[in-house]
């Protein structure tokens, strides 16, 4: 009988032993996760005309992660990021998203930019069940529908054309000169503002398409003087805003002119190759100014800056740091064994929450986030004046 116990004892050693190792987090780890890390990816443009969007989006999101790790992680485990250049081509966005789900095996994708490049990316993010977090996105057609997968933190861009649309209504501004980025991204955002301007009775003077890669804006500057407009307002984002900025003001054209919160994102370097131009040009913010420390947290930004090696610091890198800090307490809350759908149920959970004075709501048939927006005037030094 005695081998027989023996048995039976190292048969029930091993069976603890199996049981242990089957519900323990390495076993159940989802794809992405380890023992000490969470690896989270990233597609966006670092090299060309817009690299300043995604450079500083990606500071803001670092900046973040940098701070949790130092604090020991996220239920013990590193937020690393894989941060690939798609140079804002669609196609390099989603072979770039390809491999960072299938060779770097991420768990969740974060901080994509622009709306032609998240149309690429979305249908393969879909496929895999991979989270996408945050883009810097806010066209309308991304909210209209909900999506499992996607999850925004910024205001829509209709959040921030609403806005400036009502502004030029309470100051009469009748007649309005529209510009846009010719992409999906203007020609989309074009579409979401036609109507806001009809419903406050605004005339729409002008619509006129701009290359993304135009060093020269002055026979668009030809056209505003020829049409009499009142305001003009930019759909764009990166140099291109800059060109036609300068050849506006060249021109004469004495209209104040209107941007959403993608269209200056150097402020401080566009200041100065404007030598002056960039005064009196306003613009739709979508998170607190980052030197307004009565915001908690913006506080906590400028904390995080101080204690940092990054000589970049402004609205881009602040909205990366916001949602860099959405997308941790998601994890956190998805516990210490956390999958995907535990990372999206989590998300979900939020609720109305708090980040310190800057508030993002969700819930299981709501991933819009914020809906914060308010104008904003650029000083001739870039300086944002409320």
């Known amino acids: 009988m005695r081998p027989v116990a023996t048995a039976m004892r190292i048969g029930t050693a091993s069976m603890v032993a199996l049981l242990a190792a089957m519900l323990s987090p390495v ?10 890390a969470v690896i989270v990816g990233q597609s966006a443009v670092f090299s060309g005309p817009v690299a300043d969007t995604g450079n500083h989006y990606r500071s803001g999101i670092e900046l973040y992660f940098d701070k949790v790790n130092k604090a020991g992680g996220v239920n013990g485990r590193k937020l690393q990021l894989v941060a690939l250049d798609d140079a804002y081509d669609p196609k390099r966005t989603a072979e770039n998203t390809r491999t960072l789900i299938e060779q770097n095996k991420v768990f969740a994708l974060i901080g994509y930019t622009a709306t032609a490049n998240l149309i690429a990316a979305m249908p393969i993010a ?13 066209t309308t057609s991304f909210r209209q529908k909900h999506n499992h997968y996607l999850f925004h933190v910024r205001a829509s861009y209709q959040n921030e054309l609403s806005r ?45 398409p701009m290359a993304i890669s135009a060093t020269s804006a002055t026979d668009i500057a030809t056209q505003i003087t020829q049409a009499n407009a009142g305001a003009v307002i930019m759909i764009m984002a990166g140099k291109m805003s800059e060109v036609l900025i300068r050849d506006l003001k ?3 054209i004495g209209s104040t002119i209107y941007t959403i919160s993608v269209g200056v994102v150097d402020a401080k370097g566009a200041a100065a ?40 610091d402004n609205y881009t890198v602040l909205e990366g740091f916001i949602a860099a ?37 969700y819930g299981p048939a709501n991933h819009n986030g914020s809906s914060f927006v308010e104008l904003e005037m650029y000083s001739g030094e870039g300086n944002l004046i409320r």
Request: aromatic share 6%.
């Open 325 to 361: 800090k959405v997308f941790t307490e998601g994890l956190r809350r998805a516990g210490r064994a956390p999958t995907r759908e535990g990372f999206i149920s989590a998300i979900e959970g939020l609720g109305k929450y708090d980040l310190g004075e800057f508030r993002v709501e």
């Open 273 to 312: 190759r404007l030598n002056g131009a960039l005064r009196g040009v306003v613009t739709a913010s979508i998170v607190p100014s980052p030197k307004l420390e009565r915001y908690a947290i913006v506080k906590e930004y400028r904390q995080a800056i101080a204690a940092s090696d990054t000589k970049i």
């Open 126 to 138: 879909e496929a895999a069940k991979v989270p996408m977090f945050a883009p810097l996105v806010g």
């Open 164 to 208: 400036i649309v009502q502004q030029l209504a309470v100051i009469g501004s009748d007649k309005v000169a529209v510009v846009y980025q010719d992409s999906a991204f203007g020609k989309s955002n074009l579409d979401t503002l036609l109507p806001l301007l009809q419903a406050q009775k605004l005339t729409v003077a002008t619509t006129l």
């Open 250 to 252: 060249a021109a004469g």
């Open 27 to 36: 076993a159940r780890a989802e794809t992405g996760v380890t023992d000490n």
